[in-house]
């Protein structure tokens, strides 16, 4: 099961919220075929931010002093007779999403899909953390954009 929450932070997200959604349930459906283990009950909460709020959290909890375009946090409860549970909170910056894909010439929209991707690998214990786990992510990561039309 994989139920997900979504919660604005900005001004700047609500006239993108139904094709943020809509993007959502995609990511989730292409993602789940190859990464999300259906003995885990999966909560998601997409928190759609700003810079401002986005550097307080950065600083809190990664002792980084300025905003970046995606933050993700996971925490399993395991229990012997159910299901294991994933509550995931999957913060984006609209400022530096923006920024980002303007400078680079890419659509907002499929750079939010792209980070949305790299977001739930995450969620699922891929890393990136030297070059033969970096590889690994990035092929998974390809694949499921590809099956989304992106790449």
Sequence with gaps: MI?????IKSKRWPRRLLK???ISRKVIKES??????NKIDYYLNIILTNDHDMKKINLKYKNVRKSTDVLTFVSQINQKKFNK???CDIFFSIETIDNYSKKNK??????FTHLLVHSFLHINGYLHNNKINFQRMKKIEITILEK???Q
């Design 3 to 7: 139920n997900t929450n979504f919660y």
């Design 20 to 22: 943020i959604k809509n």
């Design 32 to 37: 789940a075929k190859l990464n999300f283990n």
């Design 106 to 111: 890419i659509d907002f929209y499929e750079h």
């Design 85 to 87: 549970k994933k509550y």
């Design 148 to 150: 989304l039309g992106l």
